[in-house]
C-alpha cells in the first residue's frame, strides 16, 4: 500500500497495538475478527509485521498488508498465515486469498 492512501485511508482508523484496521462497511463482526487476529500476532511477537488491515465486506475477505519483504516462507509469515487462518473466514495475505476459520 502506499504512504499516500495509507495515510488518507488510515488515518482515523481503529488501532490495536499500533495496527490501523478498518471494515467497509463498519461491520461489527469484521471488527471483532481484525481484533483477535491482531491480539494473536501481538501475543506471538508479530504485532510489528502488520502494516494494515482492510475488510472488504463486499468482497467477503480481510486484506492484511506486511512489511516490506516478509514472505509466505518466512517463520513470521507463515505464523501470521496460522493466525489469519484461526480468526478470519477470508483473507489476502501473501499475494493469495486463504480460508480461515
Known sequence: MSSTYDSEVFKNARRLHDVPYLSR????????AMEAFIRSAATAGLADYLVCLFYDSRACFCDIETVDGLTADDPEGQ?????????????HLFGAIGPGK
Open 79 to 91: 505464523s501470521l498465515i496460522q493466525a489469519a487462518t484461526g480468526h478470519i473466514s477470508q483473507f
Open 25 to 32: 462497511y463498519n461491520d461489527q463482526d469484521e471488527y471483532l
